[in-house]
């Protein structure tokens, strides 16, 4: 674990101490811990993400669907 000295503004000290008593959580580490990861979700890229991941190699073992060409594909999904 990595140990850091922070300064904070005030409102972000509010904002702490909210995550800190909604999710019943022991210290301000833990809030800055649980807003890190939540923000982190969103802003990761989509291929880092391991449920990314599953879903890939779930999609890897369906069956594939071949056309001969782009009429045929046209013609199976009515485009």
């Given at each position: 674990m990595?140990?850091?000295?922070?300064?904070?503004?005030?409102?972000a000290n509010h904002i702490l101490?909210?995550?800190?008593?909604?999710h019943n959580l022991k210290?301000?580490?833990?809030?800055?811990?649980k807003v890190i990861i939540e923000y982190g979700e969103d802003i990761l890229e989509?291929?880092?993400?391991?449920?990314?991941?599953?879903?890939?190699?779930?999609?890897s073992k369906e069956r594939t669907i071949k056309f001969k060409d782009l009429e045929d594909f046209k013609k199976r999904y009515n485009l």
């Open positions: 990595v140990r850091a000295m922070i300064d904070i503004p005030e409102e101490n909210i995550v800190k008593a909604k210290d301000k580490s833990e809030a800055i811990t989509p291929e880092l993400r391991p449920e990314f991941i599953e879903k890939l190699k779930l999609i």
